[in-house]
């Protein structure tokens, strides 16, 4: 996936959500446009966005709240080209997502310019009470689960779930293992207003492109008539050479610095090799580790390779599983870092990830492997730094 830099400046979104039969309705198959023509908001539906929710460090303020999302939304990036709008409050920021690129072909294909305006289809709909819910989208149905503070997770689905889908949705909610009833669908209420968002990106339309150009135009001419002032200082040679003698002074001072540094960096390579000599991943509590922090059902562990602290494994997942629901788990171990997705050509049940394993285990060792995961006969413990592939059985059935 090819990660799209978002800009650098928000966008605000004062007006109220938009009515959808006054606004263009996007759809996987194509835009419904609105009588009023390019001026009308876009609604996109739920099936075009994804959501996530951020709980944002206590003590930050307008500019490093924004700051904290570019950062995390950087290292998220769902579409090779990402758009997306965001609201916070309370300590809580909400991020919907859509692909930009798609949005600009079909305002294409219809005639219509580039969407000012855009939001989610959820935010069009008025806020129901804390709990699980089920709500027909403009194609499809999206689960949601909502708390005292707002949205706290929320899913889509093209057709009504099943009990298991339902069931492995509630369980990535947090809710306690056991069946939970589906709920019925129903239409949510629309909205007559709302809070205002936060758009984190836009693309430059025609006559913006104009007026950066004046601005760089004028900003150059301010510059040339600033260098005017400046020749006075050309005569100041006195002060010019003492600030050459010390920064010759610096160099020298720097000199043996950089020298310890660049040593460093030629020991570094031993540094590490000694490292994993003297602290091996173990094994058999890594494979502990990760039975404990995969979802259970129906998952299958096909492959793991470790070499040195760098691991990748291959698991298959159920059908209809959320990928992001097992990276979050991982993620939440607290042993594994910088866990990526590499992608996997064929089957769409199939997740490859690749991490780098901690110096050191999130807790206690314990006592023997998991019963539910069974573990091969022998596994080689890593001695000439050659990886290892060890094939699994599923983790619980």
Same mark, same amino acid.
């Given at each position: 996936? #090819? /990660?799209? $830099?978002?800009?650098?400046?928000?966008?605000?979104?004062?007006?109220?959500?938009?009515?959808?039969?006054?606004s263009h309705v996007h759809v996987r198959d194509g835009v419904q446009v609105a009588p009023a023509g390019g001026r009308a908001a876009h609604v996109l539906a739920r099936s075009l966005c994804r959501f996530r929710r951020y709980d944002l460090p206590a003590g930050l303020n307008e500019g490093q709240i924004a700051a904290y999302l570019k950062v995390q939304l950087l290292g998220w990036q769902p579409f090779a080209q990402s758009d997306a709008v965001a609201r916070w409050q309370d300590g809580v920021a909400w991020v919907w997502a859509w692909d930009q690129a798609a949005l600009l072909e079909r305002c294409r294909s219809v005639g219509l310019p580039p969407p000012g305006r855009v939001y989610p289809e959820t935010l069009a709909c008025a806020r129901p009470a804390p709990g699980l819910h089920l709500f027909e989208a403009l194609e499809g149905v999206e689960g949601e689960w909502w708390d005292a503070q707002g949205l706290r997770a929320s899913r889509w689905w093209m057709q009504t779930p099943g009990e298991g889908e339902w069931a492995l949705f509630c369980r990535s909610c947090g809710q306690p293992p056991g069946p939970v009833p589906l709920p019925p669908r129903r239409r949510a209420a629309l909205l007559d207003a709302g809070p205002a968002l936060q758009r984190l990106s836009r693309p430059r339309l025609p006559l913006q492109r104009l007026a950066a150009g004046l601005l760089a135009a004028g900003l150059f001419i301010l510059i040339a008539f600033s260098a005017a002032l400046l020749r006075d200082y050309l005569s100041? #040679? =006195?002060e010019t050479r003492e600030l050459e003698a010390r920064s010759q002074a610096v160099s020298e001072q720097a000199a043996g610095i950089v020298a310890a540094r660049e040593q460093t960096l030629r020991l570094l390579p031993a540094l590490q090799a000694f490292d994993q000599a003297v602290n091996p991943v173990p094994v058999?509590?890594?494979? =502990?580790?990760?039975?404990e922090q995969l979802p259970s059902t129906g998952t299958r562990v096909e492959e793991l390779q470790l070499q040195g602290r760098s691991l990748r494994l291959k698991l298959r997942m159920p059908a209809g599983a959320s990928r992001a629901a097992f990276v979050s788990a991982l993620e939440n171990g607290g042993w594994l870092a910088r866990l990526r997705e590499q992608p996997e050509a064929g089957d769409p049940d199939v997740l490859v990830l690749v991490a780098e %394993?901690? $110096?050191?285990?999130? =807790?206690?060792?314990?006592?023997? &492997?998991?019963? /539910? /995961? &069974?573990? &091969?006969? /022998? %596994?080689?413990?890593?001695g000439d730094g050659a990886a290892e592939v060890i094939p699994l059985e599923p983790v619980n059935g």
């Open positions: 996936m #090819r /990660a799209t $830099p978002l800009s650098q400046t928000f966008r605000s979104y004062w007006q109220p959500p938009p009515r959808l039969e006054s100041l #040679r =006195g058999l509590l890594l494979l =502990g580790h990760l039975t %394993v901690g $110096p050191r285990a999130p =807790g206690p060792a314990p006592a023997a &492997p998991p019963a /539910a /995961a &069974p573990l &091969p006969q /022998a %596994v080689p413990l890593p």
